[in-house]
């Protein structure tokens, strides 16, 4: 099972949810058999570790964020992924339009929340910590939850 997760820049949210998931998935002995990745629809930070204040809040919290920011590549994401996972409206409009026939693969993060009942997983890169341990907290419900629904398609 292919995990792609995705936001606008590739250096906040989906780094996180990367980053959380991938530790998820570790701690549930599935790593052989879940790869998980992120990218973003836009290419201003390819080739960017994720934003400092996103990786100190997650570290604080035990989650390394250790991935390079890439863009969204229509010729391989969608053919390689068996789920991509976008963190707001606009992202899943922008990978919608780029394969509209993959939309059977495109998901909210916020569809797997358990107990956040958020609409989208804000975007934290201009605001303050507050920003940043909301989308942890919201990555993390929402990982806790795809995390079972994909136990149940292995």
Known sequence: MKILF???GNICRSPTAEGIFQSLVNKAGLKDKVVVDSAGTSGCHV???ADSRMRDHAMARGYALTSISRKFDEHRD?????????????????????GPKYKDKIFMMTDFCQSHSEEKV???YYGGAAGFEKV?????DAS??????IQKEL
């Open 122 to 124: 804000p975007d934290p």
């Open 47 to 49: 080739g960017e570790r």
């Open 6 to 8: 995705v936001c606008l």
């Open 144 to 149: 806790e939850g795809l995390l079972e629904v």
């Open 136 to 140: 942890i907290d919201i990555v993390l």
């Open 78 to 98: 969608f053919e390689l992924f068996d789920k991509i996972v976008v963190m707001d409206a606009v992202n899943y409009r922008d990978v919608l339009e780029l």
